[in-house]
């Protein structure tokens, strides 16, 4: 995160950084957020679909959970509030944990393809002022591995769901190199986990996924465009499919773990981004950090903190529900 913001800020035009932010209108903020948020509603019921081969779970029930996770996402390094957020469902809905996490891994892979759907058709059907082979290199090579990565995953986990007992078996063959303490936790673990995949068995329910997922990530972008607008650099140079174009771009780089809640590499990647629209680097970070700050990170945050209290939970007990989702001889499952 350091180095993101030393090279963003080394030779920045510090008064023009402060008047981008100043002609930013702060009426805007309001439809932004307001969009943003009911893209978090959506992902509580796509939550609910992908659960529901394990359980029958209740939305209110789930939400708080989901929303405590993408909190812990933003204050933990390297993505762990998707393990707290295992771990607080399994043991609120009294499901195994690492089926809870399997749901959440599908979750990430659906966003995955959902970035590729909308980075395909904004560079399609944009009419944007520049194309794919005009990107920065290193845009370009996320752009190209990612169909790889996520195609590649999807296919090992359909594959695991489909030849169940045989992936079961060659589990339990490498964990049988292992020290019995350790082996039999490893075995329930890779069982259940599999058992949170089923949802792929069902065409219907997985389309439902995908639709949602285009639904949440739709109402993401647009809390972009709004801001934009706010900021005067939309509809021109920033149009509503640019603001589809860097918001898949900027989260397929903080899908993969990195600092908590993206800080750096979101902005890094954002101003690289927009450069070609000629946007400069102080307004386009001015903008990204209006994006990030009070729309992305601090609401989710103080809803977090609101849920945890209801909940009865607390950042200490956050902590260590980490650390025993990590640590299979100690967690249950």
Not at 215 to 228: G, I, K, Q
Not at 268 to 279: E, N, Q, R, S, Y
Not at 303 to 328: A, I, T
Request: with cysteine; proline share 5%.
């Amino acid at each position: 995160m350091a180095v993101m913001f030393f090279l963003l800020l080394r030779n920045i035009d510090w008064q023009k950084l402060f008047n981008a932010f100043t002609q930013f209108h702060i009426i805007w903020i309001l439809p932004a957020l307001g969009i943003y948020l009911i893209g978090y509603i959506i992902r509580g019921f796509r939550w609910v679909v992908l659960l529901s081969p394990v359980k029958k779970c209740n939305f209110n029930s789930l939400f708080p959970i989901l929303i405590i996770g993408f909190m812990a996402n933003n204050l933990l390094p390297a993505r762990a509030g998707e393990f707290v957020r295992a771990y607080l469902n399994g043991t609120k809905e009294k499901i195994s944990r690492s089926a809870s996490l399997a749901t959440i891994v599908l979750e990430r892979i659906f966003d995955g393809l959902t970035m590729l759907i909308l980075l395909w058709a904004s560079l399609t059907f944009g009419n944007l002022p520049i194309q794919e082979d005009k990107l920065d290199a290193r845009i370009q090579m996320a752009i190209h591995a990612c169909p790889y990565v996520f195609g590649i995953a999807f296919f090992i986990l359909f594959i695991l769901l489909l030849m169940r007992a045989k992936a079961i078996i060659v589990i339990s063959f490498f964990t049988s190199l292992l020290p019995a303490r350790i082996r039999k936790p490893l075995d329930k673990i890779a069982q259940t986990f599999i058992d949170g995949l089923k949802i792929l068995q069902n065409a219907k329910e997985s389309i439902l996924v995908l639709i949602a997922s285009l639904a949440a990530w739709t109402c993401e972008f647009t809390s972009y465009y709004f801001l934009a607008i706010g900021m005067g650099i939309a509809p021109s140079p920033l149009t509503f499919w640019s603001a589809a174009l860097l918001m898949a771009v900027v989260n397929i780089a903080i899908l993969v773990p990195n600092a908590p809640g993206g800080f750096g590499l979101f902005e890094f990647v954002g101003v690289i981004l927009l450069a070609p629209f000629g946007i400069s680097k102080e307004l386009a970070l001015s903008f990204l950090l209006l994006v990030h700050i009070p729309i992305v990170w601090l609401p989710i945050n103080l809803m977090g903190l609101y849920y945890m209290g209801r909940e009865h939970l607390s950042l200490q007990k956050l902590g260590k529900s980490r650390q025993e989702e990590l640590n299979p001889k100690r967690k249950k499952v």
